[in-house]
Structures are given as C-alpha cells and as structure tokens.
T-cell receptor
Framework: NAGVMQNPRHLVRRRGQEARLRCSPM?????VYWYRQLPEEGLKFMVY????????ESGMPKERFSAEFPKEGPSILRIQQVVRGDSAAYFC????????????FGPGTRLTVL | AQTVTQSQPEMSVQEAETVTLSCTYD???????LFWYKQPPSRQMILVIR??????QNATENRFSVNFQKAAKSFSLKISDSQLGDTAMYFC????????????FGTGTRLQVFP
C-alpha cells in the first residue's frame, strides 16, 4: 500500500519560471493538504483540497500560487514566476477524512530558485 | 489565533538515556488534537504520537510518551531509552477540533543522540 507520493523530489527553477509540484494521496484518501517549510522553520499550512474543490486556501499567497485536485490524477501546486523567496520544501499530506484526523505526509519536494 | 511554541532549538542526549522535549500552545478552544512529528535527515514527516484534548490519560507509544497538562497548555514528549535512530527534528503540532483543515506546527527541536 503505497504512501503519499510527491514528484519531483527536487526541482530547480530560474527566477520567472513556473514550478509544478505533484502529489498523489494515499489510496482511499480524498483530502489533500499542502504545507511549506522554509529553511530552519516548521511547516506552514497553505491549502486544503478535496476532489475538485478548494476547501481552505487561507495559507496560500494571493498571487502566483494556485492549487488543484482534479477528479482524475494528482493534486498540483503551481507557482508562477518563481522568486528566490519561494525556495523551500513543499510537503503534501493526505487523509481519509475520518475522525482520527491523521494526516500522512509525502517525502516533500525541495524547490530551489536560482 | 492558535500558536505552538517549542522553546528548545536543540537538545542532545546519550544513547539509552531519557530526554524530554517541551511544547506549549495557545488556544481558547477546549477540544483539539496535539501531535508530535519526527523529521529525520531524509525530511520525511513521521507521526510519533497523538493526544486528544478530551482524554485525560497521557498517550504512550512504546518508548515515546507525552505529559499533557491541559490547564497549563503544555504537551511535552518524553523519549526513553534513546536510540541513535531517534536523531531528528521533532515538531509539535496543534489541530483544532472545529477546524481540522490544518496542522499548526512549532518551529521544531533538533535532537541529537550520541553513542
């Protein structure tokens, strides 16, 4: 039973380019969460999605960032026109939505903006 | 807004000894969940232990146990018989029972276990 999958594991982009991060939740999970971890900091919530719906995007920057979780396929976090400050580790987590509220994390994508 | 504070940036312990990591949080809610996550050098986030605020009994998972003091809003993690594989960053996290959308993390404690 595969866990949460994220790809790529490492992504290098130049300033102004677009970054696309993918997350496949655990089998049977329909809730996806994205977190960002800046160097030497804890994880910060960005967005919570269920299939085809954004439920809570209160932690997402208003510009350049977007997320989707289509009916088919992985969840995508997109960062347009990346800047150096976007360099971070981006973690995806999934849950089944049951009462234990446990979120299972993927291995993260480390984004480096040159 | 809820906040989580981990006041120990770094801790060290000798193998087989016991270490306690501190965590305090701030909330006006009475029902919530608390978690400790481990992040080894691989950066994978691994759930260590969880506690429901409505349960008075402290959670225990093998060598890991918590001291949950609800009135003091304190949630410390005790690691007994420390092993080299326990070397990692440890994050305390809070989740409101009214808003289970998100985990709110502390800044972490870097634990080094020495042989």
């Amino acid at each position: 039973n595969a866990g949460v999958m994220q790809n790529p594991r490492h992504l290098v982009r130049r300033r102004g380019q677009e970054a696309r991060l993918r997350c496949s939740p655990m089998k049977g999970h329909s809730h996806v969460y994205w977190y960002r971890q800046l160097p030497e900091e804890g994880l910060k919530f960005m967005v919570y999605l269920q299939k085809e719906n954004i439920i809570d995007e209160s932690g997402m920057p208003k510009e350049r960032f977007s997320a989707e979780f289509p009916k088919e396929g992985p969840s995508i976090l997109r960062i347009q026109q990346v800047v150096r400050g976007d360099s971070a580790a981006y973690f995806c987590a999934s849950s089944s939505g049951t009462s234990d509220h446990e979120q299972f994390f993927g291995p993260g994508t480390r984004l480096t903006v040159l | 807004a809820q906040t989580v504070t981990q006041s120990q940036p770094e801790m060290s312990v000798q193998e087989a000894e016991t270490v306690t990591l501190s965590c305090t949080y701030d909330t006006s809610e009475s029902n919530y969940y608390l978690f400790w996550y481990k992040q080894p050098p691989s950066r994978q986030m691994i759930l260590v232990i969880r506690q429901e605020a409505y349960k008075q009994q402290n959670a225990t998972e093998n060598r890991f146990s918590v001291n949950f003091q609800k009135a003091a809003k304190s949630f410390s993690l005790k690691i007994s018989d420390s092993q080299l594989g326990d070397t990692a960053m440890y994050f305390c996290a809070f989740m409101s029972a009214h808003n289970t959308d998100k985990l709110i993390f502390g800044t972490g404690t870097r634990l080094q276990v020495f042989p």
